[in-house]
């Protein structure tokens, strides 16, 4: 990638994505970086749900676990547990949105947020401070939330090293002492690897399961906050229901940057000529923005979710067998934690900006959140929940 194409991708990474369909001759984008997008939705779906490009392990784990049964397996354990706990969840999000200040900076204030009630589903209470004290590390020093400079990075991969091997001490401990009905993730992840994996690798897997929940759920919130801020009125409560904007906040900025697949032989694919081994990527962002498939796709319209037509091929959380097994959970987590924020108060923002910033997906560039108590709350948080746990259950 030459420099030109760098410094437009770290400046507007969806207007530059934009711009190559631009300037593409035909719907199959050769990417600078090396590879090709597919721009129209048709085969962009063929491309996620075909047998033949969604065989063999995803490369969501690498090389951690030896099968795709395996890697399921996993994937299924982490989102039933966090299902399980979301009562915990819930409460947790009371004591940490009232101890959240009238005056934040995100989104690294809902990062922190997110993972204050995540942690005990995470880590749950009964394990040893000084593994809690690593994994808390991890989360405030840009391992779970990626730093977005070089030396935070260097710091970063410290305590990267500090939290496996104290997680791996911990699947020891487990390992000997046996694991019942899960209590928190890493339990989850013990419970489906298979015995013979190594105890740091399992606790490898923990560390990505734990990036994987808490990252983009944070990242969906502070767009959803943004988004929602950016296009009412400051003085007056939201008039959409919390399950709408997130919904609409997925479609507007998805957190995928590109759903990669690997040709496996040498094929002919939306007239395009493919060699074995060739990265085809789909982007979320192209999809959710096409003119043909959604109505003013360009608009932040949260109602749209109310209305039966209009809407265009939704992949916030991929498609097909590599799809996010957990995506329904993952939106409640967003929708609970919206609904907590906007109850009985009234938010606003400073030095919004709508352009993203690459950082293991699409993430909000930072901005301030004012958040001041409301004197009459429009909507129950009870009625809220509710619209966020019917939307999962549609999911």
């Given at each position: 990638?030459?420099?030109?194409?760098?410094?437009?991708?770290?400046?507007?990474?969806l207007e530059y994505v934009e711009d190559l369909r631009r300037r593409s001759a035909t719907e199959v984008i050769r990417l600078p970086g090396g590879g090709w997008c597919l721009g129209d939705p048709e085969p962009a779906q063929v491309l996620l749900r075909a047998r033949e490009f969604n065989a063999g392990r995803s490369g969501f784990f690498g090389d951690l676990l030896p099968t795709r049964a395996v890697q399921v397996e996993v994937g299924h354990a982490v989102r039933d547990v966090l299902r399980a706990r979301l009562p915990d969840y819930?409460?947790?999000?009371?004591?940490?949105?009232?101890?959240?200040?009238?005056?934040?900076?995100?989104?690294?204030?809902?990062?922190?947020?997110?993972?204050?009630?995540?942690?005990?589903?995470?880590?749950?209470?009964?394990?040893?401070?000084?593994?809690?004290?690593?994994?808390?590390?991890?989360?405030?020093?840009?391992?779970?939330?990626?730093?977005?400079?070089?030396?935070?990075?260097?710091?970063?991969?410290?305590?990267?090293?500090?939290?496996?091997?104290?997680?791996?001490?911990?699947?020891?401990?487990?390992?000997?002492?046996?694991?019942?009905?899960?209590?928190?993730?890493?339990?989850?992840?013990?419970?489906?690897?298979?015995?013979?994996?190594?105890?740091?690798?399992?606790?490898?897997?923990?560390?990505?399961?734990?990036?994987?929940?808490?990252?983009?759920?944070?990242?969906?919130?502070?767009?959803?906050?943004?988004?929602?801020?950016?296009?009412?009125?400051?003085?007056?409560?939201?008039?959409?229901?919390?399950?709408?904007?997130?919904?609409?906040?997925?479609?507007?900025?998805?957190?995928?940057?590109?759903?990669?697949?690997?040709?496996?032989?040498?094929?002919?694919?939306?007239?395009?000529?493919?060699?074995?081994?060739?990265?085809?990527?789909?982007?979320?962002?192209?999809?959710?923005?096409?003119?043909?498939?959604?109505?003013?796709?360009?608009?932040?319209?949260?109602?749209?979710?109310?209305?039966?037509?209009?809407?265009?091929?939704?992949?916030?959380?991929?498609?097909?067998?590599?799809?996010?097994?957990?995506?329904?959970?993952?939106?409640?987590?967003?929708?609970?934690?919206?609904?907590?924020?906007?109850?009985?108060?009234?938010?606003?923002?400073?030095?919004?900006?709508?352009?993203?910033?690459?950082?293991?997906?699409?993430?909000?560039?930072?901005?301030?959140?004012?958040?001041?108590?409301?004197?009459?709350?429009?909507?129950?948080?009870?009625?809220?929940?509710?619209?966020?746990?019917?939307?999962?259950?549609?999911?």
């Amino acid at each position: 990638m030459r420099i030109g194409d760098r410094r437009r991708l770290r400046r507007d990474p969806l207007e530059y994505v934009e711009d190559l369909r631009r300037r593409s001759a035909t719907e199959v984008i050769r990417l600078p970086g090396g590879g090709w997008c597919l721009g129209d939705p048709e085969p962009a779906q063929v491309l996620l749900r075909a047998r033949e490009f969604n065989a063999g392990r995803s490369g969501f784990f690498g090389d951690l676990l030896p099968t795709r049964a395996v890697q399921v397996e996993v994937g299924h354990a982490v989102r039933d547990v966090l299902r399980a706990r979301l009562p915990d969840y819930r409460a947790a999000l009371t004591s940490a949105v009232a101890g959240l200040p009238s005056v934040s900076r995100w989104p690294a204030a809902g990062n922190r947020l997110v993972y204050r009630c995540l942690a005990d589903l995470l880590l749950h209470p009964g394990t040893p401070a000084g593994t809690r004290r690593c994994a808390d590390r991890a989360a405030d020093v840009g391992v779970v939330f990626r730093a977005s400079r070089v030396w935070r990075r260097a710091r970063a991969e410290v305590a990267r090293a500090k939290v496996i091997e104290a997680l791996t001490e911990q699947v020891q401990h487990r390992r000997r002492h046996g694991v019942g009905e899960p209590r928190d993730v890493l339990d989850a992840v013990l419970g489906a690897c298979p015995d013979d994996l190594a105890d740091r690798t399992v606790a490898r897997v923990h560390l990505t399961m734990f990036r994987a929940v808490a990252a983009p759920v944070a990242a969906s919130l502070a767009w959803s906050v943004l988004l929602a801020c950016l296009h009412h009125t400051a003085g007056s409560s939201w008039p959409w229901p919390a399950d709408q904007i997130v919904r609409e906040a997925l479609r507007y900025r998805p957190i995928p940057w590109m759903l990669r697949r690997t040709v496996p032989r040498p094929t002919t694919f939306a007239g395009t000529c493919l060699r074995s081994g060739d990265l085809v990527s789909v982007s979320p962002h192209l999809l959710h923005h096409d003119p043909r498939r959604w109505t003013d796709p360009e608009v932040y319209r949260p109602e749209r979710w109310a209305q039966s037509g209009g809407h265009g091929p939704y992949i916030p959380f991929g498609a097909g067998p590599f799809a996010c097994p957990g995506a329904s959970v993952a939106q409640t987590l967003v929708i609970e934690a919206l609904a907590a924020l906007a109850e009985g108060a009234r938010l606003s923002v400073t030095g919004g900006d709508t352009r993203a910033v690459m950082s293991e997906g699409i993430v909000p560039r930072p901005f301030t959140l004012h958040r001041t108590r409301a004197e009459r709350a429009p909507r129950h948080r009870e009625e809220v929940s509710d619209h966020g746990r019917d939307a999962a259950t549609r999911l």
